[in-house]
């Protein structure tokens, strides 16, 4: 919808725009170029290179360095956090990058029987690199931008890896962390035995060249840039102005008059005490944000006020005041009692956004697969 690319241009802009400042004020400063040259210098020295991606802009994602680096017979596209994209979409995607002759595979790191898998597809792929040699040792590179989830697959197939070769020893563990930035250094971690195989955690990089405003908005949205240097409330009015634009809240109309699901109605007196239950764990839990009764009311609040508008969204002025009454009636949802409205509209967006990013307001994946572009890769 073009409200919602309005949207994304002024979000856009402004990230653009942060991209070019030097130092603490921006992304790419001398550790972050540095990191980007030792990730391209041992793309020579390694068997296979998996880049990240995120599942939800499986282009703007893309690592672009890589691009004239790598070969496309050691290069594989992995389709990161697909528990948080749209399935459909998803499937397209893959299906797309298949066609330009890449190995992709989709994946949610913390999903055991998806790491086996890739595990399985990893060794194959290094078998077949390694053809007509008995015994090696092979070296697998994960690449990305930042906050793809490289760290958080690298301790999955670490783990996994060491426990089907039934090995001994500590565990090591790679810093995961939902803010961009945390991977400072490379580092190796076996992931199979028998033959050796061995991963290699790299930093995020993300160039301060970005293409568009649009593919800006959509790496910040994502989480790619750190929230505190755009602004949260920008971030979180892009994702309502997505939302509204979608049919995703339209899952949620029969919340509106459903129990709650922890209660009982087989007898009054189970539904009384369930009763009783529930008022004790949301008076406990009141402002967390995350618990499922918090996460209802957010979704009934967004569904009545985007099914209660009447008003043509198309016009950018009549989204500008859904999204100023979505705020509103967030604060009651979020149990926000804040003084400043600053301050308010502040935890609303962090909330709201922290929803989103966990995959407990829907599945959206913002890249439209490509009718026909041979280069879109």
Avoid at 259 to 273: F, I, P, Y
Wanted: glycine share 4%; net charge positive; aromatic share 6%.
């Amino acid at each position: 919808m073009a409200t919602a690319s309005s949207f994304a241009r002024r979000l856009g802009a402004a990230v653009r725009e942060v991209s070019l400042k030097k130092g603490a004020g921006g992304w790419y400063g001398p550790h972050m170029a540095a990191a980007e040259r030792a990730v391209l210098e041992r793309i020579p020295l390694v068997d296979l290179v998996v880049e990240v991606r995120d599942a939800r802009i499986p282009f703007t994602s893309a690592f672009e360095s890589l691009r004239q680096r790598v070969c496309s017979h050691k290069h594989m596209i992995l389709l990161n956090k697909v528990d948080l994209a749209n399935r459909s979409l998803t499937e397209k995607w893959m299906k797309h990058f298949e066609n330009q002759n890449r190995l992709c595979y989709g994946v949610n790191a913390h999903n055991k029987d998806n790491i086996k898998e890739l595990l399985s597809i990893v060794r194959a792929k290094i078998k077949e690199l390694k053809v007509g040699e008995s015994t090696y040792t092979a070296t697998v590179m994960l690449a990305g931008i930042p906050n793809v989830g490289k760290s958080a697959i690298t301790n999955s197939m670490h783990q996994i890896g060491r426990i089907s070769a039934a090995e001994k020893g500590k565990l090591k563990h790679a810093v995961v962390s939902p803010q961009p930035g945390e991977t400072k250094d490379i580092s190796s971690y076996k992931i199979a035995s028998h033959p050796n195989i061995y991963i290699l955690d790299t930093p995020g990089v993300l160039s301060p060249k970005i293409a568009d405003d649009d593919s800006a908005s959509k790496l910040a949205l994502t989480g790619t840039v750190k929230d505190s240097l755009v602004e949260e409330c920008k971030l979180a009015r892009y994702f309502l102005a997505v939302l509204n634009s979608s049919e995703e809240y339209k899952h949620w109309e029969n919340l509106k008059d459903a129990v709650d699901d922890t209660l009982s109605l087989n007898s009054r007196e189970k539904l009384m005490a369930g009763c009783h239950t529930d008022q004790k764990r949301r008076r406990q839990y009141s402002s967390d944000h995350t618990q499922d009764f918090i996460v209802k009311d957010v979704r009934v609040t967004l569904f009545k006020t985007i099914s209660s508008f009447s008003d043509y969204l198309e016009k950018e002025n009549e989204m500008e005041r859904l999204i100023e009454s979505q705020f509103m009636a967030l604060q009651e949802a979020f149990r926000v009692s804040l003084e400043s409205r600053e301050d308010r509209y502040k935890a609303i967006a962090a909330k709201l956004l922290n929803l989103y990013r966990t995959g407990r307001l829907g599945r959206y994946t913002l890249d439209l697969v490509p009718s026909n572009m041979q280069e879109f890769i």
